[in-house]
């Protein structure tokens, strides 16, 4: 497949059909939204699945198969909210505090964008190793806390760290996540066999739901994105391509397959829009969620879906038999 | 029955924030507060919480001086930073002890 049929299989897919729909509901200003309940039951679905599915997967896998991604994950943890604090720094007239805001956001993660770009790297027939998810899970805590204290340094007061840590730990991402890796581990393939109707065949249908969804919400945050700049705008694409790149290698470094380089790529590339923001909150009330969330949710989350998802498993590709 | 004057103080604050002005209306002295869920608009629109959650009103029966103690609050951590609205009405209860 040629990197322009991969991008047009790409974005012919469901869910960034289904995406695209719900900003074309806000371009129109239809009043269209899933209901409360129905997005955070299908928001516990898809985190409780995708760690079960993983935790089963693991359970599966070799401690010395998993040891060095997971290492290569937590380095990645540290470094790339490192990296995008100085870049911002080059890049926009922002302070350190909202630049801290951003690392915070571009250093952890999105399950959304990460489930998307395995369900397509599964539907090319790749292989994808099944503990990525656990790197997704490892990946979601780290650049929490290094934009939080690299905010903290143009703060003249203390952070709140307790609460702000409580509410990631306690949050529902990394409870579900992690209990659903430690359900999936202890059921095992004979367990899972018994729910696979549910979280496995209904999974794309869900997440294109989902979708619809965000898209309505990322919609409205596309309009705010002039109160950030062009500079911005400009992190907001090239960032995701290049913590993407560094994922991608990491992936190859640690022995991974094509696919999973490519999703660990995925995941590196990914902002959250979720758990940073509810973290970021508290912590930081000085940052302006008008440039946080129009990066993460309005500008990288749909270039992710749209472009850093093919262009990952492009790169991945590259990389296969350099190393 | 006789009624006894109270303090009603509403607060409609974006959802990731409720558990904070909980325990901050605890720790002022209220006795006890109900919280919903809400959706509206304010002013300023200055949120974090639209992808979870909306907004929670959170109410709260409590005497004069509770009161200044919760609007001390506000005014010094929350109003200058969070998508906020608060009003105060008068309320008459029975049973004041309760508040």
Known sequence: MSGLEIALA?????????????????????????????????????????????????????????????????????????????????????????RGALAAHYGSTSLVTFTAGVLFLESLQLYVEGYVSTLLAVLEIPGIIVGLALASRGLKRKVSWSESMREVLTGKSILLLVGGVLMGLTMGASGY???????????????????????????????????????????????????????????????????????????????SYIAAPAAVRLALPEASPGVYLSASLGITFPFNLTVGIPAMLAISQRMEGVF | MIMKQRKLVTVVIEAGLARR?????????????????????????????????????????????????????????????????????????????RY
């Open chain 1, 193 to 271: 066999s018994q729910i696979e109707g549910f979280f496995g065949a209904l999974f794309p249908g869900v997440l294109t739901l989902f979708l619809l969804e965000l898209g309505i919400v990322a919609g409205k945050r596309i309009r705010d994105i002039k109160k950030g700049g062009i500079g911005l705008v400009v992190f907001a694409v090239t960032f995701p391509l290049i913590a993407g790149s560094f994922g991608v290698l990491t992936g190859h470094l640690a022995g991974m397959s094509v696919g999973g380089s490519a999703a660990l790529g995925i995941i590196a590339a990914s902002a």
């Open chain 1, 10 to 98: 790409n974005l012919t897919s469901a869910p960034v059909l289904a995406f695209v729909l719900g900003i074309l509901a806000t371009v129109v200003k239809s009043d269209l939204r899933l209901p409360d309940a129905v997005y955070q039951t299908l928001s516990i679905y898809l985190l409780l699945g995708i760690g079960i599915k993983g935790g089963v997967a693991l359970s599966n896998s070799s401690p010395a198969e998993v040891a060095l991604p997971l290492l290569g994950a937590l380095i990645l943890g540290a470094v790339i909210p490192a990296v995008a604090f100085f870049a911002l720094g080059f890049m926009t007239k922002l302070d350190a505090i909202n």
């Open chain 2, 21 to 97: 002005l909980e325990g901050d209306l605890r720790a002022a002295g209220a006795k006890g507060f109900t919280s919903t869920l809400a959706h509206g608009a304010g002013p300023r629109d200055q949120r974090a919480s639209e992808v979870d959650g909306g907004n929670v009103r959170v109410e709260s029966v409590v005497s004069n001086e509770v009161l200044e103690v919760i609007l001390e609050k506000l005014e010094k951590d929350y109003f200058p930073f969070y998508a906020i609205s608060c009003w105060v009405s008068q309320v008459e209860v029975v049973r004041d002890e």
